[in-house]
């Protein structure tokens, strides 16, 4: 069973970081392009980063560009959000999947995700 475990989240200040992790069970995450989602409170899914199964790297929406950043550690089987700069309208439950080709479509697993809270 495909399995994805999500981490990192918190309470932060405005302005600070946290790097999230999406670990992976029972199978390899590097043939698997990985996707972070976020959902806050009152709001639809929305699509943050996606990054290849080659490491290609893209983000979503222009709010996002520039602060947060996607990597990924096959060894460890591993893919990462940085995020600096927080902003309170990050505040929301961040989830990662899986997609065995592109990040828009056949999603093979789905994280239950971590909160990030950014307030003073």
């Known amino acids: 069973q495909l399995q994805l475990v999500e981490s990192g989240g918190g309470l932060v200040q405005p302005g600070g970081s946290l790097r999230l992790s999406c670990a992976a069970s029972g199978f390899k995450l590097d043939a698997y392009a990985i996707g972070w989602f976020r959902q806050a409170p009152g709001k639809g899914r929305e699509g943050i980063s996606c990054?290849?199964?080659?490491?290609?790297?893209?983000n979503f929406p222009d709010s996002v560009k520039g602060r947060f950043t996607i990597s990924r550690d096959n060894a460890k089987n591993t893919v990462y959000l940085q995020m600096n700069s927080l902003k309170p309208e990050d505040t929301a439950v961040y989830h990662c999947?899986?997609?065995?080709?592109?990040?828009?479509?056949?999603?093979?697993?789905w994280g239950k995700g971590t909160q990030v809270t950014v307030s003073s």
């Open positions: 999947a899986a997609f065995p080709d592109t990040c828009l479509a056949g999603m093979a697993a």
């Open positions: 990054i290849s199964s080659g490491g290609e790297s893209t």
